[in-house]
């Protein structure tokens, strides 16, 4: 079998055209590589993929007319036997009354036999229970406040929770809290984690830490880290892990009863993730090195060694990084604790990154559903002429399925774990991932089909059983029936205005927008509302030799074009507070208004194709939490959002 009729049976798409309508066949150097780096699977003779049972509706799989009848299958879970049965003719009716979860399915002829996932889903995810409402959208990281320590953290969050009841939204949204390298002062992108998984530690408040203990030298310390206008990542961690090395030497010594039971309460929910995360971090920094590069015996996880290096000399080191989990993971549940305590209806509406880096926890532990040797990226478009690779690993589809879909289970129990509601990045990769061999260009990547519905079912699972809505960050080259396919199964569409215009230029007026979406002005990878209205965007990248992709004239018909949608629908001003009624109004029942726009922000949070270019992820906002009531036009605010606001005016 040649390579591209290898690539065909495991799903990789060779020939499409590209954002630009051109063209594309994949590269056989390229092909090699990805083929080589994917699990060797081609679907069986007889069901061959994921089988997906949903609630309430009828589901028969259709059998080859090569298929040896009868044909016989079993649903086994890890207790035993669930179901059993045989079709004697070429379809198998499934059980309709399954319990939900994720099980095994065995099916034989008397030549063949073959064993897939078989995944019992309601009938869709978690719908949310208000009608609509509106969030704040806040970069964490930016936050300033007189009290932390050089980056918002979760005590900060608390804050903005309450100031944004005091403004009438109904929760926070926030860039991803993901696990990051904490020894990479560049490495701060939230959507390039160590890990999914686990939470960035850098969010914690150390002194709310039990044990904590101030110090003359972190007081000194602390002055430049707060009254800098970037974030100094390095600077903060450098002064929070010796913090929290010394609070946890204080619990070890002495630990308070609840504190060490709750201690233990949260390594027992976490399990075996947290004990191979924890021997991870550790070995990492004892190595310094890629894990590929590590000894042998430890480029895999392993539970016999994970449980020898618990016991020997890094015993204490493996605890900490545990301990300083369990201090992220309880300080946040707290900020998401009183967001309910307030009424929020959504409370906390975090973001989950598409893919993973390379060097990371997750491609450690997950070998089998994570390829290492391929990055995540997009092919040419008209905004991206030379395509994007992110540079993050993303899963496989057969590895998922030879895994039973549990990392990607694992991935979202973890993200539910404090939310109401989480988006989904790039959430496209859910029906094909276009993949990038290390060495090659963006060009020169290929489309791998995943297992669309098992997916989707997964999903609808984790989100009913965490009550969590689930928005699915669904912009850029949409495959024909994408967006009707995931509304079937329940997940939320992403409208933002700035792209939501016709081939004219002209906005889309209020009655285009989906209710079953979050509509927003903008995004973090887009200009601010001031940025853009001041041409301020256009004027930075071109200051950075970046084609910005727009001319002056055009921005001067898109402000246009912007006057006469809000005037059309009798919103006679266009500053922020106006759009911010125009999508107020709309019957989505999610909207995010970003708070560096109530801000006056001029600058975006991150300009993509930059890396050292401008301070993406690092910018702090102007104004300290302490002082944004003052700053905010409260009043006007308010009046713009009243349709869906739970203050009064």
Not at 45 to 68: D, N, Y
Not at 166 to 186: C, K, M, Q, V
Request: aromatic residues 10%.
């Amino acid at each position: 079998m040649d390579l591209f009729a290898q690539a065909k049976a495991q799903g990789i798409q060779t020939e499409f055209l590209d954002g630009q309508g051109h063209r594309r066949v994949t590269d056989a150097a390229a092909l090699k590589i990805i083929l080589d780096a994917l699990p060797p699977q081609a679907p069986g003779p007889l069901v061959g993929r994921p089988v997906v049972v949903r609630s309430g509706r009828p589901s028969r799989t259709e059998l080859p007319a090569t298929a040896g009848l009868p044909v016989e299958w079993k649903i086994v879970a890890d207790s035993g036997l669930i179901a059993k049965g045989e079709s004697s003719d070429h379809a198998i009716d499934w059980p309709r009354e399954l319990p939900l979860g994720i099980y095994r399915l065995q099916v034989s002829d008397a030549t063949t036999a073959e064993d897939v996932p078989l995944i019992s889903a309601p009938e869709r995810a978690f719908g949310g229970e208000f009608d609509r409402c509106w969030l704040l959208a806040v970069q964490l990281y930016g936050v300033r406040s007189a009290r932390n320590w050089g980056m918002g953290d979760f005590t900060d969050l608390a804050s903005l929770i309450e100031f944004a009841d005091h403004l009438g939204a109904d929760g926070i949204g926030l860039n991803p809290l993901h696990a990051l390298f904490d020894d990479r002062p560049g490495d701060c992108s939230p959507y390039s984690p160590n890990s999914r998984l686990f939470l960035n530690a850098l969010y914690i408040d150390v002194e709310k830490v039990s044990e904590f203990q101030p110090d003359s030298e972190t007081r000194e310390a602390l002055a430049p880290l707060r009254a800098g206008d970037v974030v100094d990542y390095f600077g903060v961690a450098g002064l929070k892990w010796r913090a929290l090395r010394k609070a946890f030497a204080a619990f070890k010594a002495s630990a308070k009863p609840g504190r060490q039971q709750d201690f233990d309460k949260f390594r027992a929910e976490r399990g075996t993730l947290l004990s191979h995360f924890a021997c991870f971090e550790v070995l990492r920094h004892k190595f310094g090195k890629p894990w590929w590069e590590w000894p042998q015996e430890w480029r895999q996880p392993d539970d016999a060694r994970c449980a020898a290096l618990r016991q020997g000399e890094h015993a204490d080191e493996i605890e900490f990084v545990e301990f300083v989990q369990w201090t992220a993971d309880r300080q946040l549940g707290a900020a998401a604790d009183l967001a309910k305590q307030l009424g929020m209806k959504v409370g906390l509406y975090l973001d989950v990154a598409v893919g993973v880096q390379a060097d990371g926890f997750d491609a450690w532990n997950e070998q089998v559903a994570i390829s290492r040797h391929l990055g995540v990226g997009a092919p040419p478009d008209p905004l991206n002429t030379a395509g994007q690779t992110w540079g993050l690993a993303g899963f496989n589809a057969v590895g998922l399925e030879l895994e039973s879909f549990a990392p990607y289970r694992d991935m979202l129990r973890a993200s539910m774990r404090h939310a109401g509601a989480i988006r989904l990045d790039h959430v496209l990769g859910l029906k094909r991932l276009y993949l990038v061999p290390q060495g090659f260009s963006a060009r020169d990547g290929v489309y791998v089909q995943m297992p669309f519905e098992a997916l989707l079912a997964v999903t609808a699972q984790e989100s009913v059983a965490n009550r969590c809505v689930v928005i699915g960050e669904d912009l850029g080259t949409v495959p024909e029936g994408f967006r009707d396919q995931i509304a079937d199964w329940g997940i939320w569409s992403y409208l933002v205005m700035m792209f939501e215009r016709d081939d004219a230029g002209s906005f889309r007026h209020i009655d285009h927008y989906l209710t079953n979406a979050l509509v927003t002005f903008n995004t973090h990878d887009l200009s601010t509302y001031a940025g853009w209205r001041s041409f301020g965007d256009l004027k930075l990248k071109r200051s950075l030799g970046i084609d910005p992709g727009e001319s002056d004239d055009a921005r001067w018909h898109a402000l246009a074009m912007l006057d006469d949608v809000l005037r059309h629908h009798t919103i006679d001003r266009n500053d922020l507070y106006s759009v911010a009624n125009f999508l107020a109004r709309t019957k989505s029942r999610l909207l995010a208004i970003s708070l560096e726009d109530l801000l006056g922000v001029m600058d975006q949070p991150n300009i993509p194709g930059t890396v050292n270019e401008h301070p993406n992820w690092r910018q702090r906002l102007p104004v300290p939490i302490e002082e944004m009531t003052s700053t905010v036009d409260v009043a006007a605010l308010k009046a713009a959002t009243h349709e869906r606001s739970r203050a009064a005016i």
